[in-house]
């Protein structure tokens, strides 16, 4: 037991001193809000314009004469997640993450949320007490529940809704944490185990992020590697199992998250053209598509998934469309226009204040209605969604639960149902605080009946992991759903 100990600040951490005066904060900021209204296509699609101004006009009065780049950070990025669009992301200044490399200060625990419980899925400190039977009660003496309330401020996710950013904030809780609350030297951390009585206190040490990775490299190697594409087949009720991890292709996916082993991975059309083969050489009745941690990829892979499930011609976007302003914006800030927008913006349809695609350029594969495969699967279809379900993966789950062609298991997604705002990214570094903001510039809207929601895919069938399930290691997910195929057989 620790009492009257107090977790102490780094004092050697980046910006821990240095101060921008108001005027360059202004200037950023000015720079900022510029940034996303002539960019960004989706920025009134959940939120009212004069809402999102009202949240602007506060953050200027929160303004001081002087700022640390890090607070000024704190300011804008709850306006990116108010939003409600989870491709925009903003970022504080590359030497501060840098920094976290090389240096302690970061929060050495992360988390599994279990119906909003703290618990610990992998822990880089050497106390062995801190193990998946605990559930971490408060850090430093803050809360649980006041710390997760805070973070969600920094999370992005498309639409409106805390409850689906639990899964996106267990990847990020460690860093994220440490941003916003400051690096420390050690954390006091209030805890329990889940079958005894008693509250324990303990005081960690932090660690730095390539500390996590050598970790990581010992006691979850597991974790280290998982193929993005998997088909095994289930013994009982003629079941077969699709797992998808990503929908970019290996080399992509190699190339995105710097890790070679990826690359043997192959293409994903390589992957579904065999396996539907051997679907339909085996004849199999019911198929089960797991797309949970799936934070999307390519679309046209989506749509090639769909191309073998369908039962009819179908269209996966109704349109996508452009800001009017995001070329002479980017022909003012003397950014890099690529060949994509030179091209393409002269030739496009004008509507109000957006170009319209009109079946041309690269569009061109996703506007077309899209034919069935010959080999298509005609039988039961299960998909597994959870709160890291996302882009690519989002927009598959919403067309399957728009037809009604699939039964949608599991969590709501963090994608949004109606579409996404994605594809060319414009990256700007805003001069004075360095922070760095990312916007996408394409809004896909999905050919779906209705076009009014705030939410993500919502399943039809709501399953979540128990704290029992996570402590066995068990998938109930699945497990559900082979019970609910095998009541169907019956």
Do not use: W
């Given at each position: ?21 108001k ?19 989706s ?68 988390p ?9 899925a ?30 969600f ?43 005894k ?14 500390e ?15 193929p ?53 050489k ?57 060949s ?62 728009n ?24 990256r ?16 896909f ?17 709501k399953k ?27």
């Open positions: 037991m620790i009492s009257n100990h107090r977790a102490k600040k780094l004092s050697n951490m980046l910006y821990s001193d240095e101060q921008i005066d005027e360059k904060i202004t200037q950023d900021f000015l720079l900022f809000r510029e940034c996303l209204e002539s960019l960004h296509p920025l009134y699609r959940y939120r009212k314009q004069d809402e999102f101004e009202e949240m602007l006009n506060k953050v200027v009065e929160s303004f001081s004469e002087e700022m640390k780049p890090i607070d000024f950070y704190k300011c804008l990025a709850p306006l990116i997640s108010f939003i409600g669009d989870g491709h925009t992301s903003i970022l504080p200044n590359s030497l501060f993450i840098e920094e976290l490399k090389n240096k302690s200060g970061v929060f050495p625990l992360k599994i949320f279990v119906n909003k419980r703290f618990l610990i992998q822990n880089y400190t050497k106390f062995e007490q801190l193990n998946q039977n605990c559930e971490v009660i408060s850090i430093d003496g803050i809360s649980i529940k006041e710390i997760v309330d805070s973070l401020n920094y999370i992005q996710i498309d639409g409106i809704g805390n409850e689906r950013k639990y899964r996106k904030l267990e990847r990020s809780f460690h860093v994220l944490y440490t941003l916003i609350y400051g690096p420390k030297t050690e954390f006091i951390i209030e805890f329990k185990s889940l079958d009585e008693g509250i324990s206190n303990i005081a960690v040490k932090s660690v730095n992020t390539e996590i990775e050598q970790i990581n490299k010992i006691r979850y190697p597991e974790e280290l590697y998982k993005l594409y998997n088909l095994k087949f289930h013994d009982d009720n003629n079941i077969a199992i699709i797992t998808i991890r990503s929908f970019l292709n290996g080399k992509k996916y190699a190339k995105v998250f710097k890790d070679k082993q990826y690359k043997k991975e192959g293409k994903l059309s390589k992957f579904l053209k065999q396996s539907f083969s051997l679907i339909e085996k004849e199999i009745n019911n198929l089960i598509i797991d797309i949970r941690d799936n934070d999307g990829g390519k679309k046209t892979n989506s749509i090639l998934l769909y191309t073998y499930l369908s039962r009819e011609p179908f269209n996966f976007y109704k349109d996508c469309y452009i800001k009017k302003k995001c070329y002479q914006f980017l022909k003012k800030n003397k950014k890099i226009i690529d994509f927008i030179v091209k393409t913006l002269p030739k496009l349809s004008i509507e109000g204040e957006y170009y319209k695609f009109d079946n041309y350029f690269f569009m061109k594969s996703l506007y077309k209605t899209h034919n069935l495969k010959s080999n298509s699967f005609t039988g039961e279809i299960y998909i597994l969604i959870n709160g890291r379900t996302f882009s690519a993966a989002g927009e598959f789950a919403a067309i399957n639960h037809s009604q062609r699939a039964f949608i298991i599991g969590e709501e997604t963090s994608a949004g149902y109606l579409g996404n705002t994605a594809g060319h990214i414009v700007i570094e805003l001069p004075n605080s360095k922070i760095r903001l990312f916007i996408p510039i394409l809004q809207n999905n050919n779906l009946d209705s076009d009014k929601s705030n939410h993500g895919i919502i399943p039809v069938y979540e992991q128990t704290i029992d399930d996570f402590i066995s290691d068990k998938d109930s997910v699945l497990e559900y759903t082979l019970n609910l195929i095998a009541k169907k057989s019956l």
